[in-house]
DNA sequence: CTATAGATGCCCT
DNA sequence: GGGCATCTATAGC
């Protein structure tokens, strides 16, 4: 069987990202997580359930714990943000909006809160999977091209808060497959925050259709 | 294509 | 009770 589901390239062995990857400081993981692939592959009993998801991350923002207002964790522990203060490389997931779910790789050593929001991918396989019922007419284009977009297309709720993305304990792991991530990567202010939104963490590929809308240059 | 409004529930002060 | 790390539908160019 082909292990894990991004596709070979010559002289390359996909692999699942080591704790030690995440363990760095946000502001640096966060644009080397660029075209990476996050991979669900979902079993029951040990057995293979249908196809994988997986979509390759194409636009990321890095939070910055106890010194970032921006930051869920900035205020120190609570109910809502436990897994951010917990090891490295595990999922943090958070609901907002009254509806919407999105999810976070904890990075930095534990204690420090520090995380990197996945805000867009580009999918790779298992689309139809990631349409579901619910969303049968959605446009590729469309799928996975925002942080609660991702969530929902690869079944991403509360059930996932906390997931270690190191051994795949839920079936959700980061794989690198050889693709560099871009030298040049795209830099702004994060999206969708009040506090702290002239700091430049937010980074995408560039040219890449499945980028989030938000603003479209460096921060104004 | 862009702009705007409304949905909707949980966390934290 | 205030404030969301958002998305979709709809209206208007």
Redesign the pocket.
């Known amino acids: 069987m082909t292990p894990g589901a991004a596709r070979r390239r010559p002289g390359v062995v996909p692999a699942v990202l080591p704790r030690a990857f995440y363990a760095g400081d946000p502001v640096v993981v966060a644009p080397l997580l660029l075209n990476k692939l996050l991979v669900r592959s979902d079993r029951v009993g040990g057995d293979r359930v249908g196809g994988d998801r997986v979509g390759r991350i194409v636009e990321v923002?890095a939070?910055r714990g106890s010194e970032d207002p921006?930051?869920?964790?900035f205020?120190g522990p609570?109910?809502?943000?436990t897994v951010?203060f917990g090891p490295p490389g595990h999922l943090?997931v958070?609901?907002?909006?009254?509806?919407?779910w999105?999810a976070?790789a904890v990075c930095g050593p534990a204690g420090t809160g520090h995380?990197v929001?996945l805000?867009a991918l580009a999918p790779l396989s298992g689309l139809e999977a990631m349409r579901g019922a619910r969303?049968a007419g959605?446009a590729d284009r469309?799928l996975t091209?925002?942080?609660?977009?991702?969530c929902?297309a690869f079944g991403i709720t509360s059930d996932e808060n906390g997931a270690d993305l190191v051994t795949g304990d839920h079936g959700l792991t980061v794989v690198d497959d050889g693709m560099a991530p871009p030298s040049d990567p795209g830099v702004s202010g994060?999206?969708?925050?009040?506090?702290a939104a002239d700091r430049p963490w937010r980074w995408w590929v560039p040219g890449d259709p499945h980028v989030?809308?938000g603003r479209p240059g460096p921060a104004s």
């Open positions: 923002e939070y921006a930051s869920h964790a205020a609570t109910k809502r943000n951010m943090y958070y609901f907002t909006y009254g509806m919407h999105c976070n995380a929001l805000r969303r959605t469309h091209s925002g942080p609660a977009k991702l929902q994060r999206i969708g925050i009040r506090r989030s809308r």
